[in-house]
């Protein structure tokens, strides 16, 4: 008789952990290379620089916040497009909130006006069965014309305060860098002296890690560390999706994220001002598909599309050499798609992007106003390619009735 072996599951964990360990450092590794590469090719050294890659992470903080807190309400069930306007209502509570309390009362009034918002869609979706999608885009409209309406009622004709923005917060969170890298707690910054030294390569990754842990609000450090938190509620907790009261927790969490998100745009630019949330909150929406609705994904499409943003804000060359990168990566997924026999279907999207955004890059001249559209284009484009390897949450969109309680 042949004996039967069972490995287990304490070693396949550890196994299946080695391998996902070995796949993003290749993928660190592949992105650095190529960031190289693209610097050099498109003459962009500013993709490689410490103020890219500290903008990077500013602007990555927000979209994550707003992700993880869709991932909670989709995993329950509930579609959450009404995560701009709950974003908004963070803005204008921040506003609001900080006015009086300074930069941590902003945060809270940020948490407040998101949860606001969220218990009406709870009471509205869970309660009274209106469908998710609707009372989604209602939430959008009304907080973008309550926010103008309070803030016409409350701060205008206050000093520094109008229709369409708050008075200023005075003061800012702390901000911490590194000891011994980046200059934290009166340390040497070594790093800065290599970035400006221009030796190849080293520079380059002496800017980007720079860049990634100088200067970095503890409010950017708290946003950031709600993604392992996620992982760790999701995956070890028993939160589940059977009781009632727990789609409730699960809405109300994802709109106290999203407003927090809001309170974090509020502390940037020092108050609330009026369409300062600009279509963040879709984007929000778009990182958690591309992500898979899974915390990992989600912080890699934040990443992406915070770069994005930063490059936006820089020179048109350095817009250049991202579509340049994206496009290589878009090649290379492509190229594993085929590798791993998932059909043409799946790779032909990120070959056919990666032709045509390395020709951007490389061929076609740019008008270098299309560097502000950056996070909107990078949005559609890796939509499209992830598209075909999506699997969203069973329940997702469905109503569960309350039970009667006399049973």
């Not at 503890?218 to 589940?240: D, E, K, Y």
């Not at 990992?296 to 994005?308: I, N, Y």
């Amino acid at each position: 008789m042949s004996a039967v072996t069972t490995v287990p599951a304490a070693s396949r964990s550890a196994d299946a952990r080695r391998v996902r360990a070995r796949t993003v450092l290749s993928w660190v590794l592949l992105g650095f290379g190529l960031i190289l590469i693209a610097s050099w090719v498109c003459d962009a050294p500013g993709i490689a620089s410490s103020s890219t890659w500290g903008s990077a992470l500013r602007l990555t903080v927000p979209i994550a916040v707003v992700a993880i807190g869709a991932l909670y309400s989709e995993r329950a069930g509930v579609i959450n497009v009404g995560l701009e306007g709950m974003r908004i209502g963070g803005t204008w509570g921040a506003g609001l909130f900080g006015w009086f309390g300074g930069p941590w009362m902003a945060l809270v009034g940020g948490v407040i006006g998101g949860l606001v918002l969220g218990l009406l869609m709870a009471v509205l979706c869970l309660e009274l069965g209106l469908n998710q999608l609707v009372v989604g885009v209602a939430i959008n409209v009304l907080a973008a014309a309550l926010a103008r309406f309070l803030s016409d009622i409350v701060f205008n004709g206050i000093d520094g305060g109008s229709v369409a923005r708050s008075p200023r917060i005075e003061g800012n969170v702390p901000r911490v860098s590194l000891p011994f890298l980046s200059g934290g707690f009166g340390t040497p910054d070594p790093l800065r002296d290599l970035e400006a030294s221009g030796i190849p390569v080293l520079s380059q990754f002496a800017g980007i890690v720079g860049g990634l842990t100088r200067d970095v609000s503890l409010a950017a450090i708290i946003g950031l560390a709600l993604i392992p938190l996620t992982a760790l509620i999701l995956w070890r907790t028993r939160f589940g999706l059977h009781v009632h009261r727990t789609r409730y927790l699960a809405v109300l969490v994802g709109s106290g994220m999203a407003g927090f998100a809001g309170g974090y745009l509020v502390l940037i630019s020092q108050g609330y001002v009026e369409n300062q949330v600009a279509g963040r909150g879709f984007i929000g929406l778009a990182t958690l598909i591309f992500g898979n609705w899974m915390p990992g994904g989600v912080f890699a499409g934040s990443a992406l599309f915070g770069f994005s943003d930063a490059v936006g804000l820089g020179r048109p060359e350095t817009f250049t050499a991202m579509l340049f990168v994206l496009g290589a990566v878009f090649l290379v997924l492509g190229g594993l798609r085929l590798r791993r026999g998932l059909g043409v279907r799946a790779a032909v999207p990120s070959l056919v992007l990666g032709v045509v955004l390395l020709a951007a890059a490389l061929v076609i001249p740019l008008p270098s106003a299309l560097a502000t559209a950056a996070p909107y284009l990078v949005t559609l484009a890796v939509l499209v390619v992830a598209g075909t390897r999506m699997r969203p949450p069973r329940a997702l969109g469905r109503f569960f009735p309350r039970r009667n309680s006399s049973r």
